[in-house]
């Protein structure tokens, strides 16, 4: 079956380093959310892209999906400890944007002050 | 409308009872997914709804877990005879599907937290 994968698993920083996290669909997806959780809290959808090759951006987090929509990354430039938590990727495979999330198993980032 | 609603928060049962958890979601949302999280995973699919058709269940989904969305609002996800392995937290989320083929993001709820003892 389908498979999202994530690496790494867990990173910690210094504050005001950058961060990536990087994932990897076994199938050819058709859109990928991002999603961050809070320790103790629920993911929080953070932005979804759907084209080929598509950069999005907010603030300090830049978003990337790849040629063949198999591959994303999520890069924070200079760290802040409410950057803390558990970044998720999710894609839906097939052509079209219709069906059920496949959620990678995270990375969780640590920000030392 | 205050988001994505679960009751109860915590739910403690002993090995083979019967659980039931509520969701209600977003009201203009026709779509309502159940997935289960355990620590250090991502949300595992269970099965989701448009308005009240269930579209998909998980494979990995026995037959003792029911989901139903009876009117296309509320929905209940019932365990029944649980296990130990089913003490996770089971989160519920929202989502609106367009007519142009298109879906938004997902809505979390908060999630109720089953222990099975």
């Known amino acids: 079956g389908q498979q999202v994968m994530q690496i790494p698993q867990y990173q910690h920083v210094q504050e005001g380093e950058d961060f990536t996290t990087y994932c990897n669909s076994s199938?050819?997806?058709?859109?990928i959310q991002w999603y961050k959780q809070r320790p103790g809290g629920h993911p929080v959808f953070l932005i979804q892209?759907?084209?080929?090759?598509e950069v999005k951006k907010q603030k300090r987090l830049t978003f990337q999906f790849g040629e063949a929509k198999k591959n994303s990354s999520l890069h924070i430039t200079a760290t802040q400890t409410t950057d803390v938590g558990t970044y998720f990727c999710?894609?839906?495979?097939?052509?079209?944007?219709?069906?059920?999330?496949?959620f990678g198993q995270g990375t969780t980032l640590q920000v030392k002050p | 409308d205050t988001g994505v609603s679960q009751n109860p928060r915590h739910k403690i049962t002993k090995r083979g009872q019967n659980v039931t958890f509520r969701c209600d979601p977003i009201?203009?949302?026709?779509?309502l997914y159940w997935y289960r999280q355990t620590l250090g995973q991502g949300p595992e699919f269970l099965t989701y709804?448009?308005?009240?058709?269930?579209?998909?269940k998980s494979r990995l989904l026995s037959d003792r877990f029911s989901a139903e969305r009876p009117k296309g609002s509320f929905s209940t996800l019932e365990i029944q005879r649980t296990e130990q392995g089913d003490s996770a937290m089971y989160l519920c989320?929202?989502?609106?599907?367009?007519?142009?083929?298109?879906?938004?993001?997902?809505?979390f709820g908060s999630g109720t937290r089953l222990t099975v003892v």
């Open positions: 199938t050819t997806l058709s859109n």
């Open positions: 709804f448009q308005n009240e058709a269930q579209l998909e």
């Open positions: 892209l759907v084209k080929s090759g």
């Open positions: 989320a929202s989502s609106l599907f367009r007519h142009t083929g298109t879906l938004l993001g997902y809505t």
């Open positions: 999710a894609g839906s495979r097939g052509s079209s944007n219709t069906g059920k999330l496949i």
């Open positions: 009201s203009e949302h026709n779509r």
